[in-house]
Each structure stands twice: as C-alpha cells, then as structure tokens.
C-alpha cells in the first residue's frame, strides 16, 4: 500500500490520479444494474436472454478512448468479466463469452488496442466470484441463495476447480494482452456474517498463489486489494475518505472508485445521477487527499456511453483542460486550507493550487504562507491575482479588514466568479 514498499510501478499511477471504470457485459442489456440476476434471482436459464441478445452493433472502442482522454482521464480499469461469469474476450476455459453471442466478436481486444492508442494505462477488472460458474459453490450471495433444491442438487461443488478456472482465466488476460498495468479483482467476502453459509476469501480464490502468479507475469502491475491480502492500493467504493487512508497508521496509495449514479452498470431508469460540478469537486477533494479517482461509466447494450454519461465526461474534461495542472502530478498539500477550499500541491514544480468550492467575497486568507508565494495568478486565465501581508497590529477599519497572524497571507479576489466549475488559485512557491 505504501507506493515506496509496493513492487509495483507506481509513478503512472500518482501522476496520473484520474481514470475510466467501466462495467460492460450482458448485464448491460437487462439495464437494470450489474448485480441484476443476483438480486432478482434469475436463474441461467432465464439469464441467457441477455447472453442471446448481446448486438452492441454501435461498439466503437476508439470512440470512447477518444471520450475518455477529452475528459482528462489517463487509465482505465474495464470488467473482464463481472460476477455473472460472461466474459469479454475469447477465452478459451469457457463457451460463456463475447465471442459466443449473436454479436460473435472479442470486444476485450478491440478495447484495449483504442486507449492503448490514446497512450492509455491499461487495468483489468477481473470479478473472483462466478454466478454461472459449474463448480462456483452456492453461497448466501449466490443468485440462488434461497433456492434450496437448487443447493441440494450442487452441494458438491468443488471450489478448488473453481479457483483453477480463476487462475487459468487470470493467467490467459496477462499474457494475451501485452502490458497490463493494473489487475483489480473484485471481491473477497469471508469477513462478512450471513444467516447461513459462510462467504469466500482468500482460501477459496486461493489468493496468495493467484497474486504471485500475477506478480510474475506482469512485474510492475499495481493489484488492488480485494484478494483478502495487502496490494498495493486501498480502494473505498461509493464514499469520500476523509482524509489520505492509512493502513496501521500509515498512509497509503488509494483509489476512491465511483459511479455517477449508484450503478456500475447501465441503468436505464436510474435517476439519481451526480451533478457534474459535485464530480468535479470531488475529484479535487480526492486529490487534495493524495488519492485517485477511477470513475465509471456503463455503456448500454448497443455499445455506447449514454448522454447522461457523455455530459458528465465533457463537463470534466472542460476544466481540466484548463486546469489539469492542479490534478495531474499533484498531492496532498501539507498546509491547512481556508474553508471551503482544497489545497493540492505539485512537488517538482512546487506550486500549490488553491480550489475555490465557494467564491469568497474580495480575500481569502492563507496562514502560514506569508512571505513564501513568489507569485499568484488564476488557473483559467493565468490574470495576475493581488497578495498582501497585513500589519498584524493593524485595526479593523471601517473599509479595512484588520491584521491577522503575522503568517498570513490575503489574496484580493475579483468580485466576479470566473466562469468555471470550480476557479483555482496557482501559487508558485520560492
Ligand atoms: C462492488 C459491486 C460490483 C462492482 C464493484 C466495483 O463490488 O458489487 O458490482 O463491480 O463494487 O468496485
């Protein structure tokens, strides 16, 4: 977890700080979430319409590299295969795969071609559970959980067979597919109480030999940490930490991952989408954490990012592209910023960028950094903004605010809001 002590290259990845998840399989057709047959207990039979029905005839992988990198993302992370089993490239350890739809392609392949043209880090999603699976033994999470003539009739799978096909998968995805700089799996649940049964983990994924199979034929790979074993990135999903995680008091790399809208799939009906400047907010917030932000979006059953996903992607990219420097290669700042702002900060050009969540009124007040700013300007205009270190003895006048800490620094702000997301203050540091 701690970038020094990990095997893995992991410079990319804190440079980089802003990646695409993406959650595609037939799941994407049901559109109801990719949790679908599990959480309405369909059965492989009734399953298999969304299999026999997989036409994305509107894929195009360039398209949505080309999406991907307008919105400044650098790395992308796409589901192999989720926890139905469906598979997205022609592997040869299964019929249940891309290949054996109606659309009768690889679409693993094609993908990680398009963002590696785009200069694309690429990550593999790889799901450790198998609901369609023949020797994936039935659990309390299990699509058919509550069928109990169904777990009689399978009580005597074996999972041992299942983690040969876990492993043989893993091992076909890092050898077939060039460098594979990230391999996320997903996810370890023998911790967790459940009236009956008992969840997997480590021992059942057998996960000290994947991860070491995995270390040796990808060196350099960053492996997440949901094996039930420490990789190398903490990744909390659908929360904002509150602060740089730490792991036995240290801090570590993490990796906040998040929807737009609570479903890693295409959801058709969902309504509860994010704001665009919310994801905005919280991409900075999370960087100012010294974290990465793998944000998804689930493409429907023609192959396409759908508008709500296509907005948002474009509201993003539209301030990075004016004010990446403050995201790309940026940190966590040591200082304590004013309310309702973040603090990031770049080491090698050692500059700080102020964020502005809220427009404050004429002067924002910086502690600690009197005498330490050589220069002070806008982000999205590079306009030149005015510093001044008051007399801390100086009384409050009528039209004068009065003197703070001897330490601190005021910026005179415009009265006007720059017309962007969320302005930004670059500070060049001496
Ligand atoms: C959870 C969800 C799974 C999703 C993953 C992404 O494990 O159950 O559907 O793929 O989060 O982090």
Redo the contacts with the bound molecule.
């Keep these: 977890m701690n970038p020094s002590a990990s095997p893995a290259d992991t410079g990319w990845f804190l440079q980089d700080r802003f990646g695409l998840f993406i959650?595609w399989g037939i799941y994407s057709v049901a559109a109801r979430h990719?949790?679908v047959k599990q959480r309405e207990r369909i059965t492989d039979e009734d399953y298999q319409k969304y299999f026999d029905h997989f036409y994305p005839d509107l894929y195009d992988p360039a398209l949505w590299a080309r999406e991907a990198k307008n919105a400044g993302m650098k790395y992308f992370v796409v589901?192999t295969k989720?926890?139905d089993g469906f598979c997205l490239w022609d592997s040869a350890l299964t019929d249940y795969k891309a290949t054996n739809t109606p659309w009768g392609k690889d679409v693993l392949r094609p993908m990680v071609d398009a963002f590696r043209r785009e200069d694309f880090k690429v990550g593999f999603?790889h799901s450790l559970l198998d609901w369609h699976h023949p020797q994936f033994p039935v659990d309390p999470i299990h699509p058919q959980r509550d069928d109990l003539a169904y777990r009689e009739a399978h009580r005597d799978r074996d999972v041992r067979l299942y983690a040969e096909y876990l492993h043989g998968q893993t091992r076909e995805l890092l050898t077939q597919f060039g460098k594979v700089d990230v391999m996320w799996f997903?996810?370890s649940y023998s911790r967790r109480k459940y009236p009956w049964g008992q969840g997997k983990g480590k021992d059942d994924w057998q996960s000290e030999k994947l991860l070491a199979m995995v270390r040796e034929l990808q060196p350099g790979v960053i492996v997440n940490d949901r094996l039930e074993l420490q990789g190398d990135v903490k990744?909390p999903?659908e929360y904002q930490p509150r602060g740089w995680m730490e792991v036995n008091g240290q801090r570590v790399m993490w990796e906040a991952?998040q929807t737009f809208n609570g479903s890693?799939g295409y959801y058709r009906d969902n309504l509860d989408w994010r704001a665009p400047d919310e994801l905005i907010r919280t991409l900075i917030d999370t960087v100012s954490k010294g974290g990465n932000l793998l944000l998804n979006v689930g493409p429907n059953g023609r192959g396409e990012f759908e508008p709500r996903a296509m907005e948002r992607l474009r509201a993003i990219g539209e301030w990075l592209r004016v004010h990446g420097r403050s995201i790309y290669g940026c940190t966590a700042s040591e200082l304590t910023p004013p309310p309702d702002t973040r603090f990031t900060y770049n080491p090698q050009t050692n500059r700080l960028y102020l964020h502005l969540m809220a427009w404050p009124y004429k002067h924002v007040h910086l502690d600690g950094l009197a005498g330490r700013v050589e220069y002070a300007q806008l982000l999205n205009d590079a306009s030149e903004i005015h510093m001044k270190v008051l007399d801390p003895h100086q009384e409050a006048e009528t039209i004068t605010p009065g003197g703070g800490r001897p330490d601190t620094l005021m910026l005179e702000l415009p009265m006007q809001r720059p017309a962007v997301a969320v302005p930004v203050i670059e500070l060049f540091l001496k």
């Design positions: 959650h990719e949790w589901t989720h926890h999603y997903d996810f990744t999903e991952c890693w």
